[in-house]
């Protein structure tokens, strides 16, 4: 058997595979983001956009789990059409501007935000040799910043200017533009579909439990989703209420922290390809996300502007850099005719933590302090980094 992407003619280049399946993330966040970005102007409320979420996440995690099969059916290309489909339908929705519309754009994103690593995991995976990996996948993960920054600068600007109807409408235009894009594409890189025998879930966590290393992975990404999500979401909160940082300095962090997480992506992708070492860099990034959290959470606010600057762009390197690695090493350990299937199963556990943080960091704020909560994910992402250790050395010494 072999994946459904597999084809029979020599190997297409790789360049074009990795520029739209970053494309595919890049529109994905920029959609997932665009609901927040337009709140001012639209009257959305945030216990809207928490349940806007909610949805996301509530199909997402069982399309990124069950999606494997339907991409060696498909193929990756067309996975990543009827994901930009499904944006399209969920921008038309949330244009409507009612709750039950949001909801609706909420689970409709849902079956974008699920298929769509583990189908880029699936492609790329036959097109890079072992040695770019990590690499190659970390350059792909920077999809998700990409659109952030692009929703961030642009999305407002068009609120102002034309309503924020047409934000969601220029969202749905791109998402168009993308589906010509995997289209043309798809021919190349489709070749003969031959589709894996079917998988109960039995089947489909065995993928994830049957290996130690890649449980451990699925374990350690759990926290380390959580403390990604928690970065996003609350830190200006942390930044005003206990840093000591005016509303725009806080911001200013913030976007420090972004930068870095940029950095990030390609920096540890660069690092873990030249020392063949994915294992160990996302040890070294789970220590340090460890570090950042506990330090800014405890004493954060007696560092001074310079040093809260320079440990929010620290924790940006660490919390939102380490995807790229962590999805390459899953590529690297998952059976190579499983790799979307496997990654598809592994999410789950990391959709599972960036479901679980937002109500962890909601309780421990309302007794103890948004500091108290960092720290608390801080605890959480080294215990995930002791999972990463305990699996590497349990595989070294077999």
């Known amino acids: 058997m072999v994946d459904g992407n597999a084809a029979v003619r020599p190997a297409p280049a790789l360049l074009p595979a990795l ?6 993330q890049a529109l994905v966040a920029l959609a997932l983001f665009a609901p927040g970005v337009v709140a001012p102007r639209a009257h959305i409320e945030v216990w ?48 409507l501007g009612s709750t039950a519309a949001l909801l609706a754009a909420g689970l409709c994103l849902g079956f974008a935000m699920g298929p769509e690593t583990p189908a880029s995991a699936a492609l790329l995976a036959r097109l890079v040799t072992a040695e770019r990996r990590a690499f190659v996948f970390s350059v792909r993960q920077t999809g998700n910043q990409i659109g952030a920054v692009c929703g961030s600068l642009a999305l407002p600007a068009i609120a102002i200017a034309f309503g924020p ?21 798809r021919p190349a890189y489709a070749g003969k579909l031959v589709p894996p025998p079917k998988l109960d879930l039995r089947a489909r966590l065995a993928l994830m439990t049957a290996d130690r290393r890649i449980a451990m992975l699925a374990l350690a990404s759990m926290p380390f989703s ?40 390609l920096g540890w992708g660069f690092v873990a390809m030249r020392l063949n070492a994915s ?28 040093g809260q600057f320079a440990i929010a762009a ?6 939102s850099g380490w995807n790229g690695v962590f999805i390459a090493e899953i590529a690297r350990l998952a059976p190579q005719d499983r790799i979307g299937e496997t990654t598809g199963a592994v999410l789950t556990a990391s959709y599972a933590g960036l479901l679980a943080a937002p109500a962890l960091v909601s309780i421990l704020d309302g007794v103890a302090g948004l500091g108290t909560a960092f720290f608390a ?12 250790i305990w699996g590497g050395h349990d595989n070294a010494s077999a």
């Open 48 to 95: 809207q956009l928490s349940m806007f979420s909610c949805a996301v996440f509530a199909v997402g995690i069982p399309a990124s789990f069950w999606g494997g099969s339907f991409i060696a059916r498909v193929g990756s290309l067309r996975i990543a059409s009827l994901c930009a489909t499904a944006i399209v339908v969920g921008m038309a929705l949330a244009a």
């Open 19 to 24: 520029g739209a399946m970053t494309s595919l």
């Open 314 to 319: 620290l924790f940006g390197l660490t919390a």
């Open 226 to 265: 959580a403390m990604q999500v928690s970065l996003n979401t609350v830190f200006v909160m942390l930044g005003t209420r206990e840093l000591g940082l005016s509303h725009i300095e806080a911001g200013m962090a913030l976007a420090c922290a972004q930068a870095g997480g940029l950095v990030g992506r």
């Open 377 to 388: 994910l801080a605890c959480l992402a080294l215990c995930g980094t002791v999972a990463l």
């Open 165 to 185: 109807a047409w934000c969601y409408a220029a969202v749905a235009a791109l998402a168009l533009l993308a589906i010509a894009l995997f289209e043309r594409l």
């Open 279 to 306: 294992r160990m860099v996302l040890i070294v990034i789970g220590l340090g996300m460890a570090f950042c959290a506990a330090l800014l959470g405890l004493e954060g606010a007696s560092l001074g502007r310079t």
